[in-house]
């Protein structure tokens, strides 16, 4: 899963357009982007600069209008849509600002969803369940159904969906956006023990500066183009 | 199935809108059941009929009588094996006309064998060669009033009154089943020869005779010569075969038939509709959990299939408890015996039962299923759970 330059995400004069009507919009343009294993990436940018749209591109849940993406040596924005559901199942981790948990399964429900796409017994699931759980810290919440818990609750039940399959790739986009400060700052406490203890690579969308000072690395979106620099 | 749970789950969302829309299946598969009993009851008679059989009665009219002695005459006819004849009785239990069912004297012998759908113990056959005042009642008329054998059951009837002035006295030596499940077994028969020397008038006549034929392909050439050999005597006949006596009904029947299919066409056309609007409202309200799905790496033929399933589930626990609402409803046999006397839910028009529910369950959830498929994951993810 390594690339020659050690880069595990590699993103080529990406170009991403969205039609409306008649108009198109041009949300990336002749974007690269280079993120090496064991990385934790802070995207920042303006509302509508396209963060969503290039997480979008970089998890296979969306296709670039031209460009490359490959990831970890894989050509995702070739992959046949049944292969790239696929791959997702095995490569990415998704963490969302809203959390999107099933609000009719519990929490270990919720968990175990990425597992039914596996191989695994349902003993083996449980077993993954409990140790994404415990990783989180929730193992006492594990029966409860999402609404009865609290937003960072519902946070950590999402990153342990995220990891429960050990993927590649941690994407989240704006995990701490919905949560107070407090809970915000566990969650991204237990984002970078997973980057430093477990070795995952983590690119998070943020607008917090307090979030992204977490990360090894920041890089801001604006008019279709990545730089280094915070823009004026 | 992995992922049941979650189907069982999101049936479970919105418990009143699934609980109102099994309970519209599960109203349409009771009435699915119970007019397919009804249609049976209605087509049984004709169904039954033997092709190999004729009825033959007065020129003139069903009610007018014929000679006794016309039997052996019509078994010289060439083509027939063996003629039976038949009195209606119109026998009344209890003096009250309410309890109506078919009583006619027959010729025993002559009877069971020109009648095999008529299924009678041996040892019973026997009791009733043996006694003259004996009768044999079938299965859903010996339950109806709890005749066991042994009994003794008095009848009166308005058209045939017995010389001693009171009533017909009658002891039940046998019980008959039907061969098959459509035969009716709400009939009442006793001796000819009992019935002769007890009426008050009339000695020598009866009602009409059912007539066997060899072949029944010359069925009708049969009864040509049947009605030759009668002509220009006092009595002339009319022969016709058994299966089109109820020929005046089999029109009707024709009418009720598809009266019954277009009752049923629109009730599950509105089946259709409801279930349909079911399952299009629990993806629509579900698309970011579709987009979810997805995303963890749900492929697209596992998502059509979920929703798929979930319309399956649900018709399924709405029809099949339908279905089997209406069977037990008919295996209590008939709710008027007197005008039904054959009253059950086929076994083929079950399967086809079955068949419904699951094409209902299918068809409701097919666009709905192909819907959540074609959504795009980043589009249903921009929407919030
Ligand atoms: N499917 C689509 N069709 C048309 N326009 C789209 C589509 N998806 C996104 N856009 C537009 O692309 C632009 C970038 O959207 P995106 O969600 O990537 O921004 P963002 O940087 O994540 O914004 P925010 O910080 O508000 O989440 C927006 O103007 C959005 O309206
Ligand atoms: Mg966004």
Known sequence: ????????????????????????????????????????????????SGKTTLLNLIGGLDRPTSGSVRIGGDSIDQMSNRRLAAWRARHIGLVFQFYNL?????????????????????????????????????????KHYPRTLSGGEQQRTGIARAIVTDPTLLLCDEPTGD?????????????????REHGKTIIMVTHDPHASARATRTVYLDKGRLSSEKPE | ??????????????????????????????????????????????????????????????????????????????????????????????????????TMPVTPERFLDMYPEYVLPDDQKKVWMEKRAGAIVGRTLAERFNWKIGDRVPLTSPIWPHKSGGAWEFEIVGVYDGAM????????????????????????MV???????????????????????????????????????AQGFVQQIGNVSTMLIAILSAVFFTILLVAGTTMAQAVRERTAEIGVLKAVGFG???????????????????????????????????????????????????????????????AAGLLPALSAMRLPVAVALRKHV
């Open chain 2, 181 to 204: 499940k459509g035969t009716d077994t709400s009939g009442f028969y006793f001796r000819y020869d009992y019935f002769d020397e007890g009426r008050a008038q009339g000695e020598g």
């Open chain 1, 1 to 48: 899963m390594s690339e020659r330059n050690g880069a595990l995400v590699h993103i080529e004069r990406v170009n991403k357009t969205f039609r409306r009507g008649a108009e198109e919009i041009h949300i990336l343009s002749q974007l690269n982007l280079e993120v090496p294993q064991g990385e934790f990436l802070a995207l920042m940018g303006p509302s509508g």
């Open chain 2, 300 to 362: 697209n033929g596992r998502v059509l299939g979920l929703v798929l399933a979930e319309s399956l589930v649900m018709t399924a626990a709405g029809g099949m408890t339908g279905l089997g609402a209406a069977w037990l409803f008919t295996a209590q046999g008939s709710p008027v015996p007197a005008m039904l006397p054959v009253f059950y839910l086929p076994t083929d028009a079950l399967i086809v039962g079955v068949g419904m529910v699951l094409a209902l369950g299918f």
């Open chain 2, 1 to 102: 199935m992995r992922g049941l749970g979650l189907v069982l789950s999101n049936l479970k969302r919105r418990k009143l809108r699934t609980a109102l829309t099994m309970l519209c299946i599960f109203v349409a598969f009771v009435l699915f059941g119970l007019l397919c009993a009804l249609k049976e009851a209605f087509t049984a008679g004709v169904t039954v009929a033997g092709a190999d059989r004729l009825i033959v009665r007065h020129k003139v009219s069903l009610i007018m009588l014929l000679p006794v002695t016309y039997g052996p005459r019509m078994e010289q006819v060439p083509g027939v094996s063996a003629a039976m004849h038949f009195t209606w009785f119109n026998g009344i239990y209890q003096n009250e006309p309410k309890n109506f069912f078919a």
């Open chain 1, 179 to 195: 949560l107070d400060r407090k809970s915000g700052d566990e969650i991204l406490a237990l984002l970078q023990a997973l980057n």
């Open chain 2, 207 to 245: 009602g009409w005779y059912g007539v066997r034929v060899n072949d029944p392909d010359h069925a009708d050439a049969v009864a040509r010569a049947i009605d030759a050999e009668f002509a220009n005597s006092p009595y002339e006949t009319k022969a016709e075969p058994e299966g089109a006596f």
């Open chain 1, 102 to 142: 099933l609000p009719v399964l519990t929490a270990e429900r919720n968990v175990e969803l990425p597992l039914l796409l596996t191989g695994l017994s349902s003993a083996q699931r449980r077993r993954h369940v409990e140790a994404a759980l415990s990783v989180v810290g929730l193992t006492h919440r594990a």
